[in-house]
């Protein structure tokens, strides 16, 4: 390892060990780890190609892997190496791997989903292959200026991202707009532009390196001019017009994760990603030789919610058009490939697009969604349309060509199955299926909380790694006092770590004894960070109030991105910050209440956050969070939940035992119950002095005294409308986290609470959602030597 680190930094990087910066260190390490896993995947693409064994393809806008060095050197079971021959060579390893900036190509749950799937697919040996768009701007970066939110733009490829491997030779052409011609019984589309799609392979290497899969990023060329003879209507300008759209589409990710409706380039977006992903596919499956009408055989394709849901209509456009087959043989065939997984219930989060939009940007794609709804109507006169009121509606039509459709946890599916798609549903009573979210421990205990996974391989072994239900063997120690204190040594560990970096970066004194309190997430109102903000100004009066009282000191840590356009969710981050001034210059709370919110939170941040928190604050309004994943990766490291009966925390306190998990709130019925009684939030204001209170106060600028009207129209929305019933649930929010409060006095009752948390986390492992979806979805199993080895 060492003399393979000397020879990049030399031959690779043209360094000398004495002139090299940290840059060139982490470089070096890489391209060091990279030859390493080259040959694990350069064996394992061969194998699945010579097995011709069925893959998975799945589609995703985001990806959102974070770093990737540790990562790597921990699957391949390098890190102790690579740490010692650093060490050699009078480098710090882990300095070196902090160097790293995140790979941010997504906006929060669903791509880190689709991240950790890499992950489990690989480990598991199920040969697959994600497809996504090489960005050249991830997700923004998130500055705080007077407590407001500033976005800079995210520029991860201005250093070498050597992790991909351009393949130059893997191209497809891309084509939008024109119009489409009918002769003979046979459509001829005529295309307006047209840009190529380049492939960049990332190998992503599974537990120990025994298998290996790829992550496939297109990029877009502008076609070569050399090439525009070949053109139907070749001339400079389209050539000019390919180069524009060319640099355009893969600019930037679109940095709103509920939909903004009706733009040209997003929908452009996910066609050039959709279609290079599909053509590529078929490609492979012919270059083997096969029949076409074979291709469900040997291809699953996965649409990580309607942003790829152009798929359906795509592969029958291709079937129809370049490969003769009959439309209603190209539909059935197609469906027989397509699952499509939904992540919200959220109506403005459901993707509409305009007709006529849709019929400009991809004309012969909108007379096959024709061709689908009328044959869908035909079959089941009356069901649910595709094309309603002038619009696309995305959901129907990944519904209607898909085989299988999944929620993303149990209150979620039985939701999909009674609201979003109830009608579809009793058309098609089996096509909704559940599979519950889960996280990869690989990333998410074993390489981010190393204190932890330490302790608990020293106890059980290291089965736990790929077998998360090994954990259960911890469950009788939450009576060992000794482990107990172990386990909580971890943890405070974890906190001292976390403290000293919020000293350094905030200059803010946090103890790590106090309560460390954590909710971290996108902002948005159903996740009410707001109701986590007030609660804190109603502890703060109570502290100042009778700061000798027994409290329990706690540190109120968010962390989380508005999008940037959403201006209740920026109010939101605004008000935080300003409380967060007031309260933590007091000085007679000083040793009780802080509130930290450090700046652009991602991947890495979360890395450092959830192993050292306490609790896990998972409040949104009952029935619209699909499922959380933060919430797991919490209770995996050892802290305690407070939440509502939402998306997958109802899982959880199945299995961590509902005295393991602080509950409060109205559960889903109940919301939508209490929204037909008008007046609902005043008549709670009304009932509720500490909330009369709090407003009051915001209302008159304690928190921003030189803007006293700042948060009159936040404040107001409470009183008017209060859609996510920040108001209902306040209250028994406060007492709950009393209670909470209580409970962590007892620090060895604590200790248990948490040690089961974890010991009760196997169900969460992506490992166990992956095998679900190639049970009931795909139809795949793991290959044979890899399950055995
Ligand atoms: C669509 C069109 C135009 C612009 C943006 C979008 C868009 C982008 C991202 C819409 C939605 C998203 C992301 C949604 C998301 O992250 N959903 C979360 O998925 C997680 C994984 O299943 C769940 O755990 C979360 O509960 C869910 O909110």
Request: net charge negative; hydrophobic share 40%.
């Amino acid at each position: 390892m060492k003399n393979d680190i000397l020879r990049h930094l030399r031959y690779g990087l043209g360094k000398d060990a004495a002139h090299s910066s940290t840059y060139d260190w982490r470089m070096a390490l890489s391209r060091a780890l990279r030859d390493r896993m080259v040959d694990h995947w350069i064996p394992s693409t061969q194998a699945a190609y010579k097995s011709k064994s069925k893959r998975v393809y799945y589609l995703s806008m985001e990806f959102l892997i974070g770093r990737l060095v540790e990562d790597m050197a921990s699957n391949l079971g390098l890190v102790d190496e690579a740490r010692a021959a650093l060490s050699d060579l009078g480098q710090d390893y882990d300095l070196i791997v902090k160097d790293e900036p995140d790979a941010a190509l997504g906006n929060g749950g669903l791509g880190r989903l689709a991240a950790c799937f890499m992950d489990s697919l690989a480990t598991l040996g199920i040969p697959a292959m994600g497809y996504g768009i090489r960005y050249e701007h991830g997700l923004f970066e998130q500055d705080f200026v007077e407590g407001q939110q500033v976005e800079r733009p995210e520029t991860w490829l201005q250093q070498d991202h050597i992790w991909e491997f351009e393949r130059p030779e893997v191209e497809y052409r891309i084509t939008f707009g024109g119009h489409v011609e009918h002769h003979h019984d046979k459509a001829h589309w005529h295309p307006g532009e047209t840009v190529l799609a380049t492939a960049y392979d990332t190998p992503v290497i599974g537990w120990k390196g025994r298998w290996g899969n790829t992550l496939r990023l297109w990029a877009a060329q502008p076609v070569k001019v050399f090439d525009l003879a070949s053109f139907n209507r070749g001339d400079y300008l389209s050539a000019s017009r390919s180069e524009a759209l060319a640099r355009t589409i893969c600019r930037v990710l679109y940095p709103d994760d509920t939909t903004e409706t009706g733009k040209e380039l997003r929908l452009k977006q996910e066609y050039f990603f959709t279609s290079a992903s599909i053509q590529d596919l078929i490609r492979r499956f012919m270059s083997d030789g096969g029949d076409i009408r074979n291709l469900p055989d040997a291809a699953a394709i996965q649409l990580n919610d309607t942003h790829p849901a152009i798929a359906g209509p795509e592969l029958i456009r291709l079937l129809v058009d370049d490969h003769g087959l009959k439309m209603d043989e190209a539909m059935a065939l197609a469906r027989r490939c397509l699952g499509y997984t939904n992540h919200t219930l959220l109506p403005e989060a459901l993707e509409r697009w305009p007709e006529w939009l849709f019929g400009r940007v991809l004309p012969r794609h909108l007379e096959i969604v024709r061709e689908i709804e009328d044959d869908h109507q035909r079959r089941f006169p009356g069901s649910p349309r595709i094309l309603e009121h002038g619009n696309v509606c995305m959901g129907e039509l990944a519904f209607i060509m898909a085989h299988k459709v999944n929620g993303v946890s149990a209150l979620h599916t039985e939701l999909v199955k009674q609201t979003v798609f109830a009608d579809l549903h009793k058309l098609h009573p089996q096509r909704i299926v559940n599979e519950t979210n889960g996280i990869t421990q690989r990333r998410w205990l074993k390489t981010c909380n190393p204190a932890l996974s330490t302790l608990i391989t020293g106890q059980i072994g290291d089965g736990w790694i790929t077998d998360l239900d090994e954990l259960a063997k911890l469950k009788p120690l939450s009576g060992d006092a000794q482990f107990k204190d172990a386990f909580m040594a971890a943890k405070r560990s974890n906190k001292e770590r976390l403290s000293n970096w919020v000293k350094a970066e905030m200059g803010i004194d946090i103890d790590p004894a106090a309560m460390f309190d954590v909710q971290i997430k996108r902002i948005h109102e159903y996740k009410r960070q707001h109701m986590n903000i007030l609660e804190t100004i109603a502890l703060w009066n109570e502290m100042k109030a009778r700061p000798d009282a027994g409290w329990t000191p706690r540190v109120k840590i968010f962390g989380g991105k508005a999008a940037p356009g959403y201006y209740v969710a920026k109010e939101i981050i605004h008000l935080i910050n300003d409380v967060a001034a007031t309260i933590n210059n007091d000085p007679v709370t000083k040793d009780l209440l802080k509130v930290v919110y450090p700046p652009n939170y991602n991947v890495t941040m979360a890395e450092m956050l959830i192993p050292a928190a306490d609790l896990s604050e998972q409040i949104s309004t009952a029935g619209k969070e699909a499922s959380g994943t933060g919430n797991m990766k919490f209770a995996l490291n050892g802290a305690l939940t407070i939440g509502t009966l939402d998306g997958a925390n109802v899982e959880i306190r199945e299995h961590v035992g509902a005295e393991n998990f602080f509950l409060f709130g109205l559960t889903a019925d109940e919301v939508m119950e209490r929204r037909t009684h008008p007046g609902y939030a005043r008549a709670a204001i009304d009932a509720s002095p500490r909330m009369q209170r709090i407003f009051g106060q915001i209302v008159e600028g304690r928190f921003s005294p030189q803007d006293p009207s700042r948060y009159h129209g936040l404040v107001g929305t409470f009183y008017d409308s209060d859609y996510f019933l920040v108001t209902c649930d306040f209250d028994s929010y406060y007492d709950t986290q009393r209670r909470a409060d209580e409970a962590f006095k007892n620090e060895r009752n604590w200790a248990a609470m948490a040690l089961t948390n974890t010991a009760s986390m196997g169900f969460f492992s992506s490992d166990r959602t992956i095998k679900g979806y190639a049970k009931d979805i795909w139809h795949v199993g793991p290959r044979p030597d890899v399950a055995e080895a």
